[in-house]
């Protein structure tokens, strides 16, 4: 081999093994960093930013018509709370199934008839209908579903919870626009409390 032959496969002053290594070693570092911006990076600041929605939902939730019914249905519903008193200590108390579920059916219906005989329908709703917003957003993967939860998760349990009775009485109106009426709630109380 003469030395032009030698020389003509030299680029620039570099055997072109090396420079073959050196391109090999630079695509390595960009599959890395752009791995890392895949797989780390972003991840990171999707989380951030779902954590950031759900925040802002709880506290965009304080302001609204429905927190301030919230807010009254607490001082609303105490005298029926007095009311149930003893048939709540009675449930309790119990240990026959049959009698239980009466007691349960007596408190519910009491419910139902609280509601409407104080004129408490409009704030009820109201309330069960805002968890709507929660739903989505979880739904959507648009909010960090944990976030939620801590934020919230006590209140969609009492609220499920007390207002059951009401929300199974509007599903069974047999009117179409109630057949799926608290759904948000009810699907967010499976999901927060099981």
């Known amino acids: 081999m003469d030395a032009s032959a030698h020389t003509d ?3 620039a002053g570099f055997e072109p093994r090396w420079i ?3 391109l090999v070693v630079f695509a390595a570092a960009g599959w890395g960093l752009a791995a890392w911006q895949t797989f780390v990076a972003l991840p990171r600041t999707a989380v951030t930013a779902r954590v950031a929605y759900a925040l802002q939902l709880v506290d965009q939730f304080d302001d609204t ?3 301030l019914a919230y807010v009254q249905l607490s001082a609303d519903m105490k005298p029926w709370w007095d009311a149930i008193e003893e048939v709540q200590r009675k449930i309790q108390a119990t ?3 049959d009698t239980r579920d009466r007691l349960i059916a007596e408190r519910d219906a009491s419910l139902v008839a609280f509601v409407r005989d ?4 409009s704030k009820v709703d109201l309330l069960i209908a805002s968890f709507d917003v929660f739903t989505r957003c979880i739904a959507a993967a648009a909010c960090d579903a944990d976030t939620v939860q801590k934020a919230i998760a006590i209140d969609v349990k009492r609220i499920w919870r007390t207002f059951r009775p ?3 009485e509007r599903r069974g109106s047999g009117r179409a626009e ?3 009426f608290g759904r948000p709630l009810e699907e967010l109380y499976f999901r927060f409390v099981g």
């Open 65 to 67: 018509p429905a927190h």
């Open 20 to 22: 073959v290594a050196g």
């Open 9 to 11: 496969r030299k680029i």
């Open 178 to 180: 109630d057949r799926d």
């Open 118 to 121: 104080r004129g408490l329908a």
């Open 95 to 97: 240990a026959d199934d």
């Open 166 to 168: 009401w929300i199974l």
